[in-house]
């Protein structure tokens, strides 16, 4: 499909940006997984290679539960929105968009059953805005870091302007969803019967 590049630049460029500061979340995340783990840095990449935000997130919940503490109020705020973040960036990467009547949208329709597949537009100002809320969320887990890590830093403007990143307001609400396209019935396919089991 050839997508209109010139029109679309301010697209591309806030996708962008979004994409990168999910990866810093995806940083971050391993170091609060060793933290809380308590392992060391070699420990904690054997353990944790390959472990995703959301299942980051949920192991380090379930430390906490486990040792029968509840879970740090930077980090309980983090998790909460790392849910919607992380689905929008895997339709994001995993279906592309195409662009319908000058607007950007993400469907999986193509590849999954019409009842179950999502469609919705996805504007510039829905990217920054997830932009916005991923460095907020990364905010929260850099803070626990500093403390846990280097409370020297706790006096200096980083830290201050990290909290202050920390407690913005989340911004990102999801769209709604798109009509989906009917999918045409076959009648020949309904009407016929289904295959009878052999009879021993």
């Excluded at 992380?86 to 999954?112: M, P, Q, S, Y």
Aim: hydrophobic residues 40%; glycine residues 4%.
């Amino acid at each position: 499909m050839d997508f209109p590049d010139h029109s679309f630049a301010g697209y591309w460029y806030a996708l962008g940006k979004f994409v990168h500061r999910y990866a810093e979340i995806e940083a971050t995340m391993h170091q609060i997984l060793r933290i809380v783990s308590g392992t060391s840095v070699l420990t904690s990449k054997v353990l944790f290679s390959g472990v995703r935000v959301r299942g980051a997130a949920d192991t380090i919940k379930r430390f906490y539960s486990a040792s029968g503490q509840l879970v740090p109020n930077d980090l309980e705020r983090a998790f909460e929105r790392i849910g919607e973040i992380t689905k929008i960036r895997d339709r994001l990467l995993h279906n592309g968009i195409n662009f319908e009547d000058g607007k950007a949208i993400v469907t999986d329709e193509n590849k999954n059953f019409s009842a179950r597949a999502f469609k919705h537009t996805i504007s510039i100002k829905a990217l920054d805005d997830l932009e916005s809320d991923a460095i907020t969320l990364n905010a929260c887990l850099v803070k626990f870091w500093i403390e846990c890590e280097r409370p020297d830093l706790i006096e200096s403007a980083q830290y201050q302007n990290t909290i202050e990143a920390a407690q913005r307001p989340w911004l990102y609400k999801p769209p709604k969803p798109m009509k989906q396209r009917a999918v045409p019935r076959d009648p020949a396919r309904e009407n016929k019967s289904p295959p009878q089991s052999s009879q021993a």
